[in-house]
């Protein structure tokens, strides 16, 4: 095992990781850029290295500040997290070259996988069903004829991309110049590659991926699926696994067709197989493959058994996997609900400011991922995700109650969130029928914020009982409300 | 005590062990069981209830029963001014970031719904779209520019001015 690793990340996952490095013994060496200093991952690391201003051009992309500070602090490998250079084929290079060890699959896997248009190619030759459509096409005039083709509505993608960035749903050929430039610059911007593919878009889709795992001795299993279809443009608000959706028989179908996909590129350590599922035919297609750890990793965790970061240490150190497929079993049910800084009442925009307040949910079979504490800025350099809330339950039923009781203790003040919306999303009827598709957010679920309570009104109106009693014209700090509690009490 | 918050007037007036509250047409006993780090325990209507209150200049942040409200507090005086008429819509930005594009011109005329500006932040697309048909009145920002949230991009005027 290694002595000491350096993690590429930051906030929640790099929090994750470090935690993992505690329980194996592995000395943490966290990165940081200049708005992070402060920030939970850096003091909870034995070691933090600065990299670099707070765009992550200069930070967290910034491979070769990142190299440096493994060879200085002598750490012997790095782990990606998600996001950032974890799919990103050269850094893995990069890594090895420095002698170091990149604890993810081997860089030609990840350039197979990370490739869109080549990973569809790929699928197709190992016999893994594809979405039909086209790669390799430049001009706008070459989209509208495959756009005929396939037929509206249309799906155009980032070849280089992932995460929803770079990607449009195109209704008809009148958005389809803007779709296709918009879907450029962004990808251009998020990858620095602005190819892109062009797939039939199925609207009512599941999104169901696979965890797989493989180590460097020829064995890969696969972990189970996780159903990912509650999104907002293209980004998972809620996982959970077991699927409503699959069968016992679709199960061992797709989690054979994940394998296979995962084999045809000589893969090792974890990754997810992404499809999509036609919930009238259960008809299945390969989607792409994540060369990573995904963010909704925790309820394969809990429903498989396996702490999956422990292991990601031990598969790069060498260690062989001591499991087959038959030893898995998934155990009860578990849900995932991602806290956004954003305001699912106003097009799901990002929201930043300051934690006034953050009280996480605690209680049996409750797990929170965060990356953030009460004090913290939330900026709009990074990611708006605050924490990961997760819970275990015996069923679906359970876990969907105890999901709903720890959203209604998490606290967050300072930024809009979504925990609202997603405690409501959980009450909804086709939720708990298992019928949520990709699109079902934007198009059928149709959230409003609540208004005010009277309850909520009188709670304001107390505190300023306290302020009252605080000297005239005194400015108060904005995130430390009534300091004199004393002023309360009649 | 008289406040408003979100144009709602709520009056407490103290009993001696708590305050009545008169909201709209409702009245309510409270009291205040315990105050501390923005937590509130009170007895409402002798209904144990647990409010997490922040403030944020005049917003106030209240959870309470599982929902969490931003709500704003209005003083005597400062009130909001009114535009003299509503035939111009200013489009702010809802957050900081930057001017991916600029689609349109001053007074080029603009249909509903039509894109107007692109802004990046935290590495995503947000379209600013038009509220209504009209034509472009001022035009407050260039490409490639930062604007800080709520800062005027764009306004948008009537098509037919007098």
């Known amino acids: 095992m290694f002595k000491k690793i350096l993690i590429a990340n930051r906030g929640e996952i790099a929090v994750r990781i470090i935690r993992a490095c505690r329980e194996l013994g592995v000395k943490s060496v966290a990165v940081y850029s200049e708005v992070d200093k402060n920030a939970l991952h850096v003091q909870m690391a034995d070691e933090a290295v600065l990299l670099g201003g707070a765009a992550p051009r200069e930070s967290y992309l910034n491979a070769d500040r990142i190299l440096q500070a493994a060879l200085d602090t002598k750490a012997e490998a790095v782990h990606p997290g998600y996001g950032f250079l974890s799919e990103n084929a050269s850094f893995a290079a990069a890594v090895d070259s420095a002698k170091l060890t990149f604890i993810g699959p081997s860089a030609d896997s990840i350039r197979a996988m990370g490739d869109k248009a080549e990973s569809k190619i790929r699928m197709k030759a190992a016999g893994v069903p594809t979405v039909p459509g086209f790669e390799g096409l430049e001009s706008v005039d070459e989209f509208r004829q495959a756009a005929e083709e396939i037929g509206y509505p249309v799906l155009v993608k980032a070849a280089a991309g992932g995460g929803g960035k770079g990607m449009r749903v195109v209704e008809s050929q009148a958005d389809l110049t803007e779709s296709i430039e918009g879907a450029r610059r962004e990808a251009l911007n998020a990858f620095g590659d602005e190819r892109l593919l062009i797939e039939k878009y199925l609207p009512n889709a599941h999104h169901i991926e696979f965890q797989v795992f493989g180590d460097q001795h020829g064995n890969l299993i696969h972990l189970f699926e996780r159903e990912c279809s509650v999104q907002r443009r293209h980004q998972k608000i809620i996982e959970e696994t077991p699927s409503p959706l699959l069968t016992p028989e679709l199960r061992t179908q797709m989690g054979a067709a994940a394998v296979a996909a995962a084999k045809a590129v000589n893969y090792f350590n974890a990754g997810t197989i992404e499809f999509i599922v036609d919930p009238n035919t259960l008809k299945f297609y390969f989607l792409e493959m994540n060369t990573r750890l995904q963010v909704e990793h925790p309820v394969t965790e809990l429903v498989a058994g396996l702490d999956l970061v422990q292991w990601q240490l031990r598969i790069a150190a060498g260690e062989p996997f001591p499991f087959t497929q038959s030893d898995f079993r998934q155990r009860g049910h578990a849900i995932e609900c991602r806290v956004y800084a954003e305001d699912p009442a106003g097009g799901f925009l990002p929201s930043t400011g300051r934690l006034l307040q953050f009280i996480e949910p605690r209680g049996p079979g409750i797990r929170v991922d965060s990356g953030f504490r009460a004090g913290d800025e939330v900026t709009h350099f990074y990611d708006p995700m605050l924490a990961k809330l997760i819970v275990h339950a015996e069923d679906r039923e359970a876990a969907i109650r105890r999901m709903q009781a720890a959203l209604r203790e998490f606290v967050v003040h300072g930024v809009t969130t979504n925990i609202d919306f997603m405690g409501d999303l959980l009450a909804h009827e086709d939720f708990h029928n298992g019928q949520v598709t990709t699109r079902w957010v934007e198009t059928k679920f149709g959230w409003q914020a609540g208004e005010p309570t009277v309850e909520a009104l009188v709670a304001a109106a107390v505190v300023e009982l306290g302020q009252k009693s605080q000297v005239e014209g005194q400015s108060v700090e904005a995130y430390s409300p009534w300091k004199v509690a004393s002023g309360f009490r009649n | ?162």
């Open chain 2, 1 to 162: 005590m008289k406040s408003q918050f979100n144009s709602t007037d709520i009056d407490l007036t103290s009993t001696g062990k708590g305050y009545q509250v008169v909201i709209g047409d409702k009245t309510l006993s409270v009291e205040i069981l315990h105050s501390e780090n923005g937590r509130l325990d009170l007895l409402l209507d002798g209904q144990r209830v647990t409010a997490f209150v922040s403030f944020d200049g005049v917003k106030r942040w209240v959870t309470i029963g599982g929902q969490t409200f931003a709500l704003t507090k209005s003083t005597a005086g400062t009130r909001r001014a009114q535009h003299g008429h509503h035939a111009q819509d200013e489009l702010t930005a809802p957050m900081p970031g930057q001017v991916r594009a600029v689609n349109v011109a001053e007074g080029e005329s603009v249909t509903k719904g039509q894109t107007l500006l692109v802004l990046e932040a935290m590495k995503m697309e947000i379209r600013v779209s038009a509220p209504k048909d009209g034509r472009v009145g001022k035009l407050l920002i260039q490409q490639g520019q930062t604007v800080e949230r709520e800062q005027v991009l764009i306004e948008i005027v009537d098509k037919l001015e007098s």
